[in-house]
């Protein structure tokens, strides 16, 4: 247990569905990041939250929408995605953004997309 | 572009010595992060290196030369529970992560 939660632990949708992911973090941390993870593939990073302020967006497909209610809440809202957005979804945080700042993961949405 | 290399897959016995070398190239370098991820689970962090030399915790050492843009993991008295994979990360000088594809780490008894 890492301290941070994601919801659900798996989920198979289709092109035309809408569907959310929940990270959920319990670590009192500021930051919040979500990251995809393929096959054989370095994690990718996706976008980046800290103090509910979004920082980073590394040209992410509009098809992927997060929200940040409060720091410790993050969402993945999905719509219209394609079979190669079949990943693992990682949820992490942080207490900053600074170099010593270790990022502490959740155990992922393994998402599928037929 | 930034890069970290990575071996994708090694095999040692139980009871050995391994070790997982990573080398990067990017722009900028702001420490060295190593974590563990068992197949189907989160990544947990094992380490981190901002200055040259070795860090060691228990039976897990890293090491790192910024002159070489090199580390490596090493694992000591290998377990069947260290069959893993092991990802290298790297902060830039943006501090974000650029990763390695990890290594995958098979324990043979």
């Known amino acids: 247990e890492t301290g941070v939660t994601q919801t659900p632990r798996h989920l198979v949708m289709g092109m035309t569905n809408k569907k959310s992911l929940k990270c959920e973090q319990h670590l009192g941390h500021n930051a919040m990041y979500w990251y995809k993870q393929s096959a054989k593939k370095p994690l990718e990073l996706m976008f980046v939250y800290n103090f509910k302020e979004q920082t980073e967006n590394n040209s992410v497909p509009s098809r992927f929408s997060p929200e940040c209610p409060n720091s410790s809440h993050l969402f993945l809202h999905l719509h219209t995605l394609q079979p190669e957005d079949s990943a693992l979804y990682l949820c992490a945080s942080s207490q900053g953004t600074g170099d010593t700042d270790t990022q502490y993961f959740g155990p992922g949405t393994r998402l599928t997309v037929l | 572009g930034q890069n970290i290399d990575q071996p994708t897959e090694m095999t040692a016995t139980e009871g050995a010595i391994v070790q997982i070398n990573c080398t990067y190239q990017?722009?900028?370098?702001?420490?060295l992060f190593w974590y563990q991820q068992h197949a189907g689970e989160a990544p947990t962090f094992l380490s981190y290196?901002?200055l040259d030399g070795l860090e060691e915790k228990g039976r897990f050492s890293s090491f790192l030369s910024r002159s070489k843009g090199y580390s490596y993991l090493l694992l000591k008295e290998l377990q069947m529970k260290d069959s893993a994979s092991y990802l290298c990360a790297v902060m830039d000088s943006n501090y974000q992560l650029i990763w390695g594809a990890g290594t995958k780490l098979i324990i043979k008894p």
């Open positions: 990017t722009s900028g370098f702001n420490g």
């Open positions: 290196n901002v």
